[in-house]
């Protein structure tokens, strides 16, 4: 059965459906739902997503909160009613097809409505293309299959999927128009370090104690440190401050202020994901952290086809940020690279020299405007 609070709010017929799993994906659905829309006002567009896409004129059929999952062992328990929404969703789309889908990234989930829409007829487009490049690079088949395009946010990406047969398009990053230029150069609190816990209950649960015993280091040894702990547009304040030693001072950050906070930050120790890049392109030197189950673990081990798993070390080449994961990612490691950074600057005006590079790498502004277009124009040409 399908809790009352996952049962879809709306239904979907001859509208755009663009789906997001996640706290960034919400974010970046939002940015192409106002482009769409600007470009095609008599469009509707529909999906699953979060409060970004809602406020940008997303009518929400189902919350990203029901899929809100990572790792094998964490994905399990739900299984049953994921099952349960996509059967809901092939229902909606039979019975009143939407013009095209728009997925964003999250394949898992993703990989599902990518195959239901080609067995219903419905064109798909991939955008934030997943990492098959990193692991699990037999999913590209998949997709040459299944999706029309492709459009790449990283530039090495286009050429993997030429390789591969896939339709695709560099169309650069999104974060290029959401992050404010000028954050690299704003002045900083030299005391500040910025807490990113993450955007998922389940890796706040298991990062955030290690985050806030860092945090205790770092304060051991320099008392005049300050900390902000960054929020998820999905998350509650209560629940981060539950998850962090109340001795502690802290601010807390919320998601309408979070580049403006991330401006303030000397340094920032940050989950993996997203925000990595986010954090480089403001110019804050960061370690990254990460854990998961030991029988995710076991398999990513045995997957994974990359030397990094944050972009901005796989965009450099080169280890800038420290990658804590798995049994590194604890307090003690984490609260000696802060407290490394706060007592030698040398270390971080290196790192952000290294950092200045990010946006050249990038490509120009303009990401979801150039994709938006480019779908309304094969959507028109296909008669969708």
């Known amino acids: 059965m399908i809790a009352e609070s996952d049962k879809p709010r709306a239904e979907s017929g001859g ?3 663009i789906n997001a799993g996640e706290a960034s994906g919400d974010l970046h659905g ?8 600007a470009l095609k006002p008599d469009w509707r567009i529909t999906g699953m997503g979060g409060p970004a896409m809602e406020a940008a004129g997303c009518r929400l059929v189902w919350s990203m909160d029901a899929i809100s999952l990572v790792g094998l062992t ?3 328990p739900g299984l049953p009613r994921i099952v349960a929404m996509l059967r809901s969703i092939r229902r909606q789309w039979k019975a009143a097809p939407p013009k095209a889908v728009v997925l964003i990234d999250c394949p898992d989930f993703n990989f599902r409505l990518a195959s239901m829409a080609k067995s219903l007829g419905i064109p798909a487009y991939y955008y934030i293309s997943p990492q098959v490049w990193a692991w699990r690079a037999g999913r590209v088949k998949f997709l040459e299959k299944n999706v029309r395009k492709v459009f790449c946010i990283l ?6 999927y030429a390789d591969h047969g896939v339709a695709a398009e560099f169309v650069g990053h999104p974060l290029l128009d959401e992050l404010p230029a000028d954050l690299p150069d704003r002045p900083r609190d030299p005391n500040l370090v910025g807490i990113f816990p993450g955007s998922r209950s389940k890796e706040v649960n298991t990062l955030a104690p290690e985050l806030a015993g860092a945090a205790r280091i770092i304060l051991d040894r320099f008392p005049h440190a300050r900390f902000a702990l960054f929020n998820a547009p999905n998350l509650r304040e209560e629940f981060l401050l539950e998850r962090w030693d109340s001795d502690i001072p802290v601010e807390i950050v919320p998601p309408e202020r979070r580049y403006d906070g991330m401006g303030r930050c000397a340094i920032a120790l940050a989950a993996s994901g997203t925000v ?3 954090l480089a392109l403001a110019g804050v030197p960061t370690a990254i952290c990460y854990k998961v189950s030991a029988l995710t673990a076991f398999f990513a081990k045995k997957l994974v086809k990359i030397r990094y798993i944050s972009l901005p070390n796989l965009l450099l080449d080169r280890e800038v940020f420290p990658e804590l994961i798995l049994e590194r990612a604890n307090a003690a490691e984490l609260g ?3 407290a490394q950074w706060l007592d030698g600057p040398e270390a971080t005006a290196a790192i952000r020299k290294d950092l200045a590079l990010m946006r050249e790498l990038l490509g120009r502004p303009g990401a979801a405007e150039r994709t938006a277009r480019m779908i309304a124009e094969d959507v028109a040409r296909i008669g969708a």
């Open 336 to 338: 000696a690279v802060g």
């Open 276 to 278: 990595a890049l986010e």
């Open 74 to 76: 964490e994905v399990l």
């Open 15 to 17: 509208a755009i459906w």
């Open 155 to 160: 530039p090495f990406e286009q050429k993997f």
């Open 30 to 37: 939002a940015s192409l739902a106002r482009r769409m829309l």
